[in-house]
């Protein structure tokens, strides 16, 4: 392996739209709109219109000043070239094809200034990549995490065994180049899939996690948590996601794929009594110390699926005010709707991070009486085709007998016809 850093660069500033380019895009196959950033903004607000006008008409889409290195998540695969020089990039979308780049436009600076120490000290140390086809090879790849508001980085070596060559030296090196790295966890991941983590995680300096700050709550994030790579953007959809719910103190909320707990404990602090649930354990782990870092005790964790959850409150004649629930891609299921039909709520504020899915289940949710009142399209990544939104639903009131006093707080009510909502 030769010593030699040659830096891969890919992105050059457009003269006639003084805006960024890659030279990666297509190739590459992480952003998917080699548009400039106001047109992709048109893409945008024209898709979610098109989209989700028939349940309310889509508010302006909240946009990024800059939108450029955005991402605080950071993968990064490497390999050995026929120069012997060693290489860094990513994989091209859902293959194990590699391509060499050192710039990526999307990727936070502080993260790519380490990948480029990283291939210098792995000469030194006499590490090599992780070669998927003879399984030779330790460092199968990294993940670098950063926080733009508390300046903590962690970074994550992934190796293909437990053994790390002269570690304390290697720690030593690379913290002070980058005196910003907080905490180093080496990730012992033996499977053959690619970018994932293993089970056992080695930590080799500082916490082992990194704190993040949010809305005014801090946030823990570990290796395997999850947490939005766009911080400046979630500020604002989660912002919006709880202001719009109107929450008061006391009232009883379900943050319902809770992930660390973000969204149910930004709305712990308005005083509601929040339940979040969530299936990932280690996720669970962090919403339960973030809960203790943000001195919260209205709020509790369950590891469980969302939808058996709802199911069981629902069986056992619970209720609720409030429902926030911001699903993976694939969306929520039918059981979920289910028991938030018998839950009853009065709102539900959903968080989606896919149109095509938060269509269909809007049109669930219309079926068991819940209208969209706001739908505020949010741009966290941009130069991709993804769209978040929030949506605010509302219990329809049904009534059974016109002038009848209503039984309980706004239930029973006439639902006044031939509303349209405004931007
Ligand atoms: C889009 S993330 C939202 C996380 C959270 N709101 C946050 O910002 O940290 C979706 C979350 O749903 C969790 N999840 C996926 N399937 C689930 C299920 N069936 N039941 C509960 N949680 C699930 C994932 O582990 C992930 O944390």
Redesign the pocket.
Known sequence: MKRVNVMNKHTTIDKSTGEKKCSCFKRCGGCQLDKVYAQQIEWKQAKADRMLSRFCRPQQIITMDDPYNYRNKVQTVYKVNSSKRIVSGVYQSSTHSMIITDDCFLEDIRAQQIVATLKELMVDFRILPYNEESGQGLLKHTLIRTSQTTGEVMLVLVTATPIFPAKKNFVKAITEKHPYITTIVQNVNKGRVPLTLGDRDIIMYGKGYITDEMCGCKFRISPHS???VNPEQTEKLYSKAVSCAELKKGDKVID?????G??GLIAAKSGADVAG????AE?VKDAVSNAKLNKLDNIRFYN????EFMTKLAQAGESCDTVFL???RAGTTEEFVEALGKLRPEKIVY?S?KIETLERDLKLLAKIGYKAQLIQPVDMFPHTTGIENVVLLKRKMISLTPNRTPDKKGDKKIEPKGKTSHR
């Open positions: 999850f947490y939005q319902a794929y809770c992930g660390t973000t969204i649930v969530e299936l990932n996720a469980e699926d969302a939808g911001d699903p993976p968080v991070c």
